[in-house]
């Protein structure tokens, strides 16, 4: 069972980090790429002890030097003796009488939440997915449910304007009007019309002089 009581940090960075005067004049410099990076390590490593780079044996403070700073960041040793130096100058770091690193900036880049508040908000994160997923579905089925009476609209309105051109056919043919006729009889005996008119044509073909 997970420790409720546990604590998780991380860094938080604002869109604009790296547009800032200060990470810009970092990166302008030869090799300000790598500066960068080790600087955002360096932060990282010293969440938990709220900005301090330190290493705590039993009692006794030791403070990290330029090889061994340079293994925890996992980069070349003059590399990093010429990084902590630009650090000191522009104000990132202060190197303290007990040999201790501080990074004067993270106190306002760190976030950090218990065990149980990432808990709660997983659970939260949950509930809103599962409230969003049962809308979500409430509205693909109204959709479709609309989707269907356009059709039905659509061939009802087929029928009648094919009931329509029937109707015409069979007055212009001298039937009179048929207009009382059901669209579901007419419909049923649309074949019988055709054939009504077909014949009336014929008819008046031989009637003629």
Known sequence: MADRKKRYYWLKLKEDFFDEDTMKYIEELPNGKEYSLIYLKMCLKSLKLDGYLKRV??????????PTLSKLVNSNVDTVRVAMKIFEEIGLVSVLD???IYMSQLSEMIGSETEA????????ANSDFATLSHDSRKNV?????????KEIELETDTKQKSYSHIVAMFENNGFG???????????????????????????KSYQKP
């Not at 044996?57 to 330029?66: L, R």
């Not at 508040?117 to 939260?124: D, F, L, T, V």
Request: glycine share 8%; charged share 30%; aromatic share 2%.
């Open 177 to 203: 009007s048929v207009g009382g006729i059901s669209l579901k009889t007419s419909l049923m005996n649309s074949k019988t019309l055709l054939m009504k008119v077909i014949i009336v044509k014929q008819l």
């Open 117 to 124: 508040a990432k808990q709660k908000r997983i659970e939260r």
């Open 98 to 100: 007990s040999g201790e």
């Open 57 to 66: 044996v039993g009692n006794t403070v030791i403070p990290y030097d330029i």
């Open 141 to 149: 089925a109204q959709s479709i449910e609309k989707e269907k009476e």
